[in-house]
């Protein structure tokens, strides 16, 4: 479960950053580059922060962050597609926040999984802790 998070979280990270790059002039409100770094240095540390309930509930909150974040992410891009593409379909911008719309799209939909299976595995740990066999 836990390396099914990983590759979930490596791919939204990778969805947003190309997200970024595709629309190098636009400055994004949210999931900036120093949060992306933080996200990949939770990624790096999945497995070990899975060993301490410190830990553990450190990662959680990061990964809670992020998730909340790409969401107003998602949901600022579909306010500025809805305002910017409407008014001119045809133009190579509008196409480009249409792909970076179906982007982001993507990697809100990993980082939710991603949040669930973190809810998950703190049942599991929450589980073992009370002597109970996980689930």
């Not at 008014?87 to 190579?92: E, F, H, L, T, W």
Request: proline content about 2%.
């Amino acid at each position: 479960m836990a390396t099914e998070a990983r590759n979930n979280l490596i791919a939204a990270n990778q969805n947003i950053t190309s997200a970024q790059r595709y629309l190098a002039t636009i400055q994004f409100p949210y999931c900036k580059q120093e949060e992306m770094a933080t996200l990949t240095r939770a990624t790096n540390n999945i497995y070990t922060d899975m060993q301490t309930p410190e830990r553990h509930a450190h990662a959680a909150e990061c990964y809670s962050v992020t998730h909340k974040r790409a969401a107003a992410l998602l949901q600022w891009f579909d306010h500025v597609s809805i305002r910017n593409v409407s008014s001119n379909k045809a133009s190579r911008s509008g196409e480009k926040l249409l792909m970076l719309d179906r982007d982001v799209h993507c990697a809100t939909s990993t980082v939710m999984c991603m949040s669930a299976h973190v809810c998950a595995m703190e049942g599991i740990t929450t589980a073992k802790r009370a002597g109970h066999p996980a689930q």
